[in-house]
């Protein structure tokens, strides 16, 4: 009921943010649809834990600075490399160890590693706990298999292994 409540509030502050109007019959017109809105997602099943995450969220406030400031060092370095009329480009497609265990915490590694320029996920592989991955330098391949960010995944996950 908790997660209902979060996903009810989550909504109405959405609603709230977008709308810019504030009449009395608006506002309470958009906290009734949202506590609607997060009852049908509990009965469509997806203000569950997968669809509506809130128990991430404080570790998410740590992590998405973090990856929020790789993202932008790893443009600065793709940037250079384009730019450079040698083209110092060494193509890598490689395997990657996931620590991660549960759904989110996979589609937050494999989408950090696709945030982060110069490096793709191009293939998950749940069974034997690996990603595909292209990276477009050997140093962006390296920094994908030292395992930092897999680390602060599991982390994310809240697990401190």
């Given at each position: 009921m908790l997660r209902t409540a979060s996903l009810a509030l989550a909504l109405f502050a959405f609603w709230l943010l977008l709308s810019g109007h504030y009449t009395v019959w608006l506002v309470i017109s958009g906290l009734v649809i949202s506590i609607l809105l997060a009852l049908a997602g509990r009965k469509l099943g997806f203000a569950d834990e997968e669809g509506h995450p809130i128990d991430r969220l404080f570790s998410g406030l740590i992590y998405w600075p973090w990856l929020a400031r790789?993202?932008?060092?790893?443009?600065?370095?793709v940037t250079r490399i384009i730019l450079d009329p040698k083209l110092p480009i060494s193509p890598q497609l490689f395997h990657t160890k996931v620590s991660a265990r549960t759904s989110i915490g996979v589609a937050t590694y494999a989408n950090s590693i696709t945030l982060t320029p110069?490096?793709?996920?191009?293939?998950?592989?749940?069974?034997?706990?690996?990603?595909?991955?292209?990276?477009?330098?050997?140093?962006?391949?390296?920094?994908?298999?030292?395992?930092?960010?897999?680390?602060?995944?599991r982390r994310f996950e809240g697990r401190a292994e």
């Open positions: 790789e993202i932008v060092k790893s443009s600065i370095s110069g490096t793709i996920t191009v293939g998950v592989d749940r069974e034997h706990d690996r990603f595909l991955v292209h990276a477009l330098t050997k140093a962006g391949a390296d920094d994908v298999e030292a395992g930092d960010m897999d680390r602060r995944v």
